[in-house]
């Protein structure tokens, strides 16, 4: 089989590219052939057999000249159009894979890709990974950045509401633009031409089936997670939170928390705009960003750890990780969240945004180590999907006609 990979950034740069990378490698150590489609970047990793990429869009370091194009550019590519079908042409997939390409690769690359099914009468399968909530919501996240409120306004198509919300980066540009490019697509009816759409969570795909062209396409499948070794560690008596110090992460209710419990200890590690926010807090320990072994180690040795977001979650990698380390979960009940945590058994949940009954829960579960260790040994029978089962499930809807 033939997989062209269609995502805009080709290098390193957050969640969609690990996910495309781990699976293409995969797929590849399958028998499977493997290509990519995106934009030219210096940090470039994979690329195709003819070397045809769109020029690279840099929104806050591009010249006064191509900032005045960015906005029609962002809606429609006529260059993403031209070099998709340059790969076409050469490597003939069967199934063209998407997973982020709104604003740089824009929605005019599904078009080319039915047109040249068309032409060639070579059948094509067009699958869409929704790593966000970009097709029904023009800021990806479904919640206001200015007054951190969640919000379903645009849902049904409604993306007025974008612009009037000023919903991208509080700017009325740059929110136009997210509105017209969302209505545009929406009239030529550009999604309809995509077979699968598959959504990290079953809430996601309760979103995203409210639009009626999709209700019919999406497939719920939690993303997948690297096997790991159990270990015997020895727990410590801290609270740990790891990931983005941001208010959409719920970091100011955490904060206001950990105050009012002094003699509870936490480790924070990650950063943010909130960052500042941390200091002179006596039971807080903030150690930065960590990653690898260090950041395993904290996680295994944690006596739970907390995930305390306010807005729609799909499907937080923190909480499955926590968990496949042997550490317990107290988790927002918000987005996909409760999916991935086994209530009384791996972990439990607290209403979002509630300071009460977040400090209940953490006082109950500092105060009882019996049951944190209890629910880490749970943490050993969890079935979130490895990286093989996933790619067997995605395989299906490859071949399914």
Partial sequence: MKVLMVN???????????????????LESQGHQVEYFGMEHEGRCVGNSINAYT??????????????????????SKEARKKIRLVLDDFKPNVVHINNFNYQLTP????????????TKHKVKIIFTAHDYQLICPNHMMN?????????????????????????????MKSAIGMAEAKFWKWKGVYKKIDTVI?????????????PIFKDKTVAIHNFID????????????VLYFGRFSAEKGIDTLIEVCKELPDV??????????????????????????????????????????????WYENCPFSVMESQVYGTPVLGANIGGIPELIKVGLTGELFESGNKEELKEKIISL??????????????KYIDFDDLENYTNKLITYYKER
């Fill in 8 to 26: 805009k950034f080709l290098y390193p740069n957050g969640g969609s590219e690990t996910y495309m990378f781990k699976l293409g490698d995969y």
């Fill in 55 to 76: 020029t690279d869009m840099d929104f806050h370091e591009g010249s006064k000249l191509s900032k005045i194009t960015y906005p029609l550019k962002t809606i429609y």
């Fill in 108 to 119: 005019s690359i599904i078009l080319e890709v039915r047109k040249w099914e068309k032409q």
């Fill in 144 to 172: 206001n950045p200015s007054t951190h409120e969640n919000c379903e306004k645009c849902v049904g198509g409604h993306f007025f509401c974008c612009l009037k919300g000023k919903c991208i980066h509080g700017s009325t």
């Fill in 199 to 211: 959504c990290c969570s079953e809430f996601m795909k309760s979103k995203m089936d409210t639009n």
């Fill in 227 to 238: 096997k790991v070794e159990p270990k015997e560690v020895v727990k410590k008596d801290y």
């Fill in 265 to 310: 200890n936490y480790i924070f590690a990650g950063t943010g705009p909130l960052e500042d926010e941390l200091k002179d807090i006596p039971n807080i320990k903030n150690v930065g960003f960590k990653s690898g072994e260090e950041l395993e180690k904290l996680i295994r040795e944690a006596r739970f750890s907390v995930y305390p977001s306010e």
């Fill in 366 to 379: 500092y105060n009882n180590k019996q049951k944190t260790d209890e629910y880490s040994r749970n943490c």
